[in-house]
């Protein structure tokens, strides 16, 4: 869904009149006509939905507690997920895990200085620098698999070890590396690029709601969760490990950044379905989950 779309259903849905939806969704009245003619079943499904969705959150926390329990896939022996979800394309290799770098700073200063930063120096990152920020957020420092289990290993913990997220790398301003969008390969430790047109890095600009610091970001991290790695194991209460595992990522984001005299700020205020969009996502089998921009600390 691009942005004009998403601007008419949100001002209509909230009930704005034409000029104001005009106005704040930045439509001509071509634009309009044709969502009118063309929406109204997308938003009817919207007024249908707005008593569930009032209330989902309790809802979801209530209805994903043990008590409702029935037995996972796992254990009804259902196929294992596999461990990560790789995407085709070109590869682009990164300095090795056991040759890169490490950053000296210790653990208390991290912590101490770590701040969300949102404007960052022009200073590009180097692909060691690149390199640490994934291994400490993303790597796979293992994988296990046999026919009825696959999981891997990383520098964050996650629920059941079953890391149900994948890493997507806006790359903005790294040395040696295009700019475009990358997958990144949690076993191989590498990029497989996906897109370097300047028209996507605008889509996921567009999708994180024009929040500035994507642009001077040397690189905006998107992370994806895909569900039923997590859910095979856990059944509905798995979505909960969800965003409890991504908060681990984005801590280590955060210090990681810090160490290499960066910061990063993390974004959950992002339109999903641009968002998915961008990333080629069905919004359900796997779908973005939390956006982290890192770059150089700007000149005091
Ligand atoms: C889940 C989550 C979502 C966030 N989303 C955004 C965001 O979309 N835009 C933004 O500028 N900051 C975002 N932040 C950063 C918070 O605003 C920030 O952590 C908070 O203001 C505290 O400041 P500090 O991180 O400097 O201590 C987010 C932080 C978290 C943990």
């Known amino acids: 869904m691009d942005m004009k779309t998403f601007g008419y259903l949100y001002y209509k849905a909230r009930g704005y009149e034409q000029e104001a939806?005009?106005?704040?969704?930045?439509?001509?009245?071509?634009?309009?006509?044709?969502?009118?003619?063309?929406?109204s079943s997308v938003l009817a499904e919207i007024e249908e939905s707005r008593p569930q969705a009032e209330k989902i959150g309790a809802d979801f926390i209530r209805l994903t507690r043990y008590i409702y329990e029935r037995e996972s896939d796992q254990a009804q022996n259902v196929a294992?997920?596999?461990?990560?979800?790789?995407?085709?394309?070109?590869?682009?290799?990164?300095?090795?895990?056991?040759?890169?770098?490490?950053?000296?700073?210790?653990?208390?200063?991290?912590?101490?200085?770590?701040?969300?930063?949102r404007k960052y120096s022009a200073q590009a990152l180097s692909m060691d620098e690149l390199s640490f920020l994934l291994w400490a957020s993303s790597w796979?420092?293992?994988?296990?698999?046999?026919?009825?289990?696959e999981i891997t290993l990383r520098n964050v913990p996650s629920a059941g070890a079953r890391h149900p997220l994948e890493t997507y790398v806006d790359v903005r301003n790294v040395e040696g590396i295009n700019a475009g969008l990358y997958y990144y390969h949690p076993i191989k430790h590498c990029l497989v690029l996906l897109d370097a047109s300047e028209a996507k890095a605008q889509q996921i600009f567009e999708g994180?709601?024009?929040?500035?610091?994507?642009?001077?970001?040397?690189?905006?991290?998107?992370?994806?969760?895909v569900p039923y790695r997590t859910v095979w194991r856990y059944g509905q209460r798995g979505y909960r490990y969800l965003y409890?595992?991504?908060?681990?990522?984005?801590?280590?984001?955060?210090?990681?950044?810090e160490a290499i005299g960066g910061g990063a700020c993390m974004i959950g205020a992002y339109l999903d379905e641009a968002m998915n969009e961008a990333l080629g996502?069905?919004?359900?089998?796997?779908?973005?989950?939390?956006?982290?921009?890192?770059?150089?600390?700007?000149?005091?």
């Open 281 to 300: 996502l069905d919004g359900m089998e796997e779908f973005v989950i939390y956006i982290a921009s890192v770059g150089k600390k700007p000149a005091e």
């Open 140 to 149: 796979a420092r293992d994988f296990r698999s046999n026919e009825r289990m």
């Open 21 to 39: 939806i005009l106005r704040e969704a930045e439509l001509n009245e071509e634009e309009y006509y044709f969502f009118e003619k063309n929406l």
């Open 208 to 225: 994180c709601m024009r929040q500035e610091m994507l642009k001077t970001a040397a690189v905006n991290f998107i992370l994806s969760a």
């Open 80 to 117: 294992r997920p596999d461990a990560v979800k790789v995407r085709a394309g070109e590869l682009v290799s990164l300095p090795a895990i056991g040759k890169i770098e490490m950053p000296e700073m210790s653990l208390h200063k991290a912590i101490e200085q770590r701040r969300s930063l």
């Open 244 to 257: 409890l595992d991504a908060g681990h990522v984005g801590q280590n984001m955060h210090l990681a950044a």
